[in-house]
């Protein structure tokens, strides 16, 4: 499987993004997902993740109740949607799919994931 990351973008503080990542491979759907992200000078870390069937999800406590992840395992896509915005998440964002046998329903680590897409930058300004 190969992941393609997008919907990144420069915003205010208060706005909205949504991210996308498009998988290739008929298999997406039986992948937990996960989007993470990395600041300058900063470890890589969860934000969200999510159930293979979208049924269960993970958030990180900075993000709880601002962002919303999703899958549509339909179109072989994740999102990531993510409401009123703070300058503290601005960082390159990552999606990453665990291809692995899986005996949870999500993943938290990064080294729980074996495919990762290229990042998209989120920059929020003040």
């Known amino acids: 499987v190969q992941l393609q990351a997008s919907g990144g973008g420069l915003v205010q503080a208060g706005e909205s993004l949504r991210l996308s990542c498009a998988a290739s491979?008929?298999?997406?759907?039986?992948?937990?997902m996960g989007w993470f992200r990395q600041a300058p000078g900063k470890e890589r870390d969860i934000v969200a993740a999510i159930s293979w069937g979208g049924s269960t999800t993970y958030y990180a406590d900075s993000v709880k109740g601002r962002f919303t992840i999703s899958r549509d395992n339909a179109k072989n896509t994740v999102y990531l949607q993510m409401n009123r915005l703070k300058p503290e998440d601005t960082a390159v964002y990552y999606c990453?799919?665990?291809?692995?046998?899986?005996?949870?329903?999500?993943?938290?680590?990064?080294?729980?994931?074996?495919?990762w897409g290229r990042g998209t930058q989120v920059t929020v300004s003040s």
């Open positions: 491979g008929r298999t997406f759907s039986s992948y937990p």
């Open positions: 990453a799919a665990r291809a692995a046998r899986s005996s949870r329903y999500y993943y938290t680590q990064s080294t729980e994931y074996d495919v």
